[in-house]
């Protein structure tokens, strides 16, 4: 009887430890990329060359507003680069992901994989 007690208790601290993995680790999180609509600015910058303003707002179906305020930030940052030019009188705006920012971004990733691999395992 007190074996399957102490059984229990150590299944018990090990569901408790693991639960407390992914608390820890968000903590770790790149809080600029984390935010859900940077996140997506950055995912579609990471596997395209680049997108243009009206591009992303409609990929990411969001307000210019919005998507102003959020890849400034990142562009404050110096994740993205942002080049504005004009296609015959019209402004294009384009963003790149720029190289400290695809290393922020595969350190995110590699973050969440190990989060998600802590508390699968």
Not at 36 to 64: E, M, W
Not at 80 to 96: H, L, N, V
């Amino acid at each position: 009887m007190a074996a399957r007690t102490a059984a229990a208790r150590n299944k018990s601290e090990i569901r408790n430890l693991k639960s407390e993995i992914p608390r820890r680790s968000t903590l770790d999180l790149d809080r600029l990329i984390h935010e859900r609509l940077r996140l997506g600015i950055v995912s579609a910058l990471a596997v395209n060359d680049r997108l243009t303003f009206n591009d992303l707002k409609g990929l990411l179906q969001t307000t210019d507003g919005n998507l102003s305020v959020h890849a400034r930030k990142l562009e404050d940052a110096q994740y993205i680069s942002c080049e504005k030019t004009f296609d015959g009188r019209m402004p294009r705006t384009e963003y790149r992901l720029t190289a400290a920012g695809r290393r922020a971004f595969e350190k995110y990733l590699a973050h969440m994989e190990a989060i998600l691999k802590a508390v699968r395992d």
